[in-house]
């Protein structure tokens, strides 16, 4: 296998691992966040290294995240086919993109300003701890989206080197969104979580239960996202984002069937790809259009 072949097979291995295609989870609303902070179009600098600043940041936790989990990966039957069980890729190799991917993090945050800086070694420490929540409480989901809501609130960061109230509104969005559909997830592993000592909400309430609190989630998140409508005196475009990511969100919860794997992956990942985008779309039309 020649140099460049081994190039292009490690970074596909990578791509993988880290699911990079799900960055678009977070990276709709960090732009919404931007565009809000600046009152406007942020400037090219600003942009770049905060997207830069998002993705290293992403990609460094998710592969933590795949290192911390393995020995669970490699027990669990939907899981064993991942790159570690499998030996595809080394814990060695794994924890050097782990740091190369903070390293850039931090100087990205340094180009940024003085406060995404200072808060560079917070937010590493709060992407990385993720992976031992579901150890020992069922909140691990709602952890999970408060480490990915860091996205709009690092972002809004980002533009304006201060705090405010806004972002916390819209990082509340992407927590809700993300626990609800992580829980929808997890329903597919409540008897292996419950066989291995493994914490999650499905594992803990059942999943009818489970059910009902990520619906609960999801429409804390609408009532937010209502509220933002109000707060940032946005107009027509941004409710009819709003209202077809309603009905994906309600589309989402009538296709779960935690037996079925590929439904499964439409409802807890293809259709919130397709939601976020959709919100991202008729905000910036409404911010900019009408």
Known sequence: MSTLSLVY???KLFGELVMFSHTLFSLPFAVISMVWAAHGIPSGRTMLWGLIALVA???GANAFNRVADQTFDAMNPRTAERHMPRKQLRSKEVLIFVA???AIFIGASAMLNTLCLAL???AIFLISSYSYTKRFTYLSHLYLGFVIASAPIGAWFAVTGHFAFTPFVLGTVVMLWIAGFDVIYGTQDIEFDRSIGL???PSYFGLHNALWIAKGMHAIMVFLLLFLYVWQGLGWLYLIGIAIAVLLLLT???LIKPTN??????????LNQVISMTILAFTLADYFVS
């Open 120 to 122: 560079s070694p917070v």
């Open 199 to 201: 914490w999650s909400i």
């Open 100 to 102: 190369v991917n903070y």
């Open 9 to 11: 097979r490690k970074a």
């Open 57 to 59: 940041a992403r990609n």
């Open 261 to 270: 794997p590929k439904l499964m992956k439409i409802a807890s990942y293809n």
């Open 252 to 254: 989402e919860h009538n």
